[in-house]
């Protein structure tokens, strides 16, 4: 019984910590805005992109909005979405534009046709 509890402690200290250290990242603030799309995604429509300090986001297309989490982390953007996708964002111009390897893999920079770059409309988030 004794052992069992020390198990359940251990546990729950190692979840505690895991939540503790996933919180941690780079300042997310100088990122938080409102991004729109430079051109039509699949040459039909813009995305606009709303990244929160708070860690959440919205990216809107064609009247469809996912929600998701997005975190900082050597410089780069991660955005999680809720079915498992990730995509790695590489901010440039300060935070001002940010291009999204849509290939699904990380790659060190943007490939050239598998980027998706936009353009800040709005600070904070």
């Not at 895991?18 to 995305?47: H, M, N, W």
């Amino acid at each position: 019984m004794k052992k069992d509890i020390l198990k359940l402690g251990a546990v729950l200290g190692l979840i505690l910590v895991g939540l503790v250290l996933g919180g941690c990242g780079e300042s997310r603030s100088q990122f938080a805005g409102t991004y729109k799309s430079v051109e039509p995604f699949g040459g039909k429509d813009y995305i606009d992109l709303d990244l929160q300090e708070n860690g959440k986001g919205i990216w809107i297309l064609a009247g469809k909005t996912v929600e998701f989490t997005w975190v900082v982390n050597a410089g780069k953007i991660f955005i999680y979405t809720k079915p498992g996708a990730i995509l790695v964002v590489t901010p440039t111009e300060g935070g001002k534009i940010l291009s999204a390897d849509m290939t699904g893999d990380w790659h060190p920079g943007c490939p050239p046709g598998s980027c998706l770059t936009f353009k800040r409309v709005k600070d904070g988030g």
